[in-house]
């Protein structure tokens, strides 16, 4: 059974980093793209990144330069580096999982995904 599981969210002053997991279980990391999504309050679910073996890894522009999305295939986790944080990136923020073969331009299509973590908050406030 597939599962993803997040940790890592917390509080954080603006400025300040925090370190995202996805714990991955049932499934090859390498036959799937892993994406984070976040959803603030009152706002629709929102890509911020994603990887896969094909393309590597994938930005929007909003976390460019300021996020940095990696995997660890043997401990089956992907994590997401967030640094320079501002309290507009204060959400929910979700992993997810998909095994369609993604067009670039659909990656941050979040119906395309079909497995979803619980989510991890993450607030940004000083």
């Known amino acids: 059974q597939l599962q993803l599981v997040e940790s890592g969210g917390g509080l954080v002053q603006p400025g300040g980093s925090l370190r995202l997991s996805c714990a991955a279980s049932?499934?090859?990391?390498?036959?799937?793209?892993i994406g984070w999504f976040h959803q603030a309050p009152g706002k629709e679910r929102e890509g911020v990144s994603c990887?896969?073996?094909?393309?590597?890894?994938y930005y929007t522009d909003s976390v460019k330069g300021r996020f940095t999305i990696s995997r660890d295939n043997a401990k089956m986790t992907v994590y997401l580096q967030m640094n320079s944080l501002k309290p507009e990136d204060t959400a929910i923020y979700y992993c997810?999982?998909?095994?369609?073969?993604?067009?670039?331009?659909?990656?941050?299509?979040?119906?395309?995904?079909?497995?979803w973590g619980q989510g991890a908050q993450v607030t940004v406030s000083s």
């Open positions: 997810a999982a998909t095994r369609v073969r993604l067009f670039r331009l659909d990656y941050m299509t979040r119906d395309l995904y079909d497995h």
């Open positions: 049932g499934f090859n990391l390498d036959d799937y793209t």
């Open positions: 990887i896969n073996s094909r393309d590597g890894t």
